[in-house]
């Protein structure tokens, strides 16, 4: 009731400001058909399994617009079925400042990367990488605060962004939902911070030939999070509540076009994490108490674009942990969850293989995608598992298509 009545104060609100200026208003709208080989954590088979299972995965509401010459702002609202959240709501100045600058604030996705700054919508897969799912969380890096972005003063495309940011990205929730929090402070207490975090993204734009572009990035994060409950010298976990975390991204991202109708893409990411880490027992640290955990995942795909409205492509993708889901996923799995645990996991593996293909229907209002996804586990240490009796786990497999249609300005994007 609270969501319904803020979005329709959202809309009010643009309705009256509409006699000044004009937004674009847009729906996008994705459905799901899917099936696969899905089990539960004892290796039963699920109502899911084999079955022809439907579910609209998202309904999105993009309201854009120019505020003035200088600044616009931009809102996406998001339904996942269980009521309208904010994904994003800021406001930027675009022009008018010194060395070009562009200044952005209020909740976005952050540019740490190449892929986050977009919504799944605008993928050519389907979904949201595991690598980012483990890192970032299950709606990607969103955040609240500033960003300073310039162009640098070279020969070629270079741009410098910087982030001050709320630290949600450590909030027990950030890696998983609200029934998975409750597991995850069972074994890693904290992901809290009162300090702003600081991130950073430089990248680099290279034409090669007259038919390709490069794009390389390197981003960077820095931040201090507290333990749980470390407050005064009478708490258990005193001393641990200026807990460190840096995380570090390269990206790539290349582009070479042989027409208006067909184009090659290669794009990649690689994501580390180092963090410190509290728990009550041993689980997930190293050597004690309190140590540090080394983390990598990442991500690389190869899309080719025939014919104007075809694509079709592959996707390898690592991350740290087990990744068992959450409710949104195709196959949920009830606690105990491995996910949310996952990036502090530096033994453990998950890794997908999906093949998928597009197709745009007329320009693009309608995209149609077919996928196909093995994730496979490798379990060498389960004493670093949430669910520590968990030995093996079967290759998971799904299959599905998608449908995504676009009602208004605010296209997929797709190609």
């Not at 104060?9 to 099936?35: E, H, N």
């Not at 120019?66 to 600044?71: A, D, F, R």
């Not at 892929?115 to 605008?122: D, E, K, R, T, W």
Request: proline fraction near 3%.
């Amino acid at each position: 009731m609270r969501t319904a009545f803020c979005l329709l104060l959202i809309l009010s609100m643009v309705g009256a400001a509409s006699a000044v200026t004009q937004p674009d208003i847009s729906a996008i709208g994705d459905f799901r058909a899917f099936s696969g080989n899905y089990v539960d954590a004892d290796g039963v088979k699920t109502a899911r399994n084999g079955t022809l299972n439907m579910r609209f995965n998202e309904l999105e509401l993009a309201i854009n617009g120019n505020l003035n010459p200088y600044t616009r702002a931009d809102i996406f609202i998001a339904n996942h079925g269980d009521g309208f959240e904010i994904e994003e709501a800021f406001g930027s100045i675009l022009r008018g400042l010194p060395l070009n600058m562009q200044v952005k604030a209020g909740r976005y996705l952050v540019d740490f990367g190449k892929l986050n700054v977009s919504h799944p919508h605008a993928y050519p897969f389907v979904d949201r990488p595991l690598a980012h799912r483990i890192m970032f969380g299950f709606d990607g890096f969103i955040d609240e605060g500033v960003n300073i972005n310039f162009l640098l003063p070279t020969g070629f495309y270079g741009k410098l962004s910087l982030n001050a940011l709320r630290g949600k990205i450590f909030e027990a929730d950030a890696h998983g939902h609200a029934e998975e929090s409750a597991v995850e402070e069972d074994h890693v207490e904290g992901r809290n911070t009162e300090d702003p975090i600081f991130s950073g993204r430089l990248s680099l734009f290279v034409p090669i030939g007259e038919k390709g572009n490069l794009e390389l990035g390197a981003s960077g994060l820095y931040g201090l999070y507290a333990a749980a409950g470390a407050e005064g010298s009478g708490s258990d976990l005193a001393g641990f509540d200026d807990m460190s975390a840096t995380m570090f991204g390269l990206d790539l991202k290349y582009k070479y076009r042989w027409s208006d109708y067909t184009s090659l893409t290669l794009q990649g990411e690689l994501i580390g994490s180092r963090r410190d880490h509290f728990a009550e027992d041993t689980t997930l640290t190293l050597g004690g108490e309190f140590g540090q955990v080394n983390t990598i995942g990442g991500f690389g795909f190869v899309d080719l674009r025939f014919l104007k409205r075809y694509s079709i492509g592959l996707m390898v993708d690592y991350a740290p942990g087990i990744f068992d889901g959450g409710e949104e996923d195709y196959n949920p799995v009830e606690e105990p969850n491995n996910t949310s645990a996952a990036i502090f996991d530096d033994q453990n593996s998950s890794l997908a293989i999906t093949l998928f293909s597009g197709f745009s229907l007329m320009e693009e209002t309608t995209i149609f995608r077919l996928f196909g996804r093995m994730t496979t586990y490798d379990i060498k240490d389960r004493s670093q598992l949430v669910n520590t009796a968990m030995t093996s786990k079967d290759d998971e497999i799904t299959v599905g298509l998608q449908m995504i249609w676009s009602l208004g300005p605010h296209k997929p994007h797709e190609f």
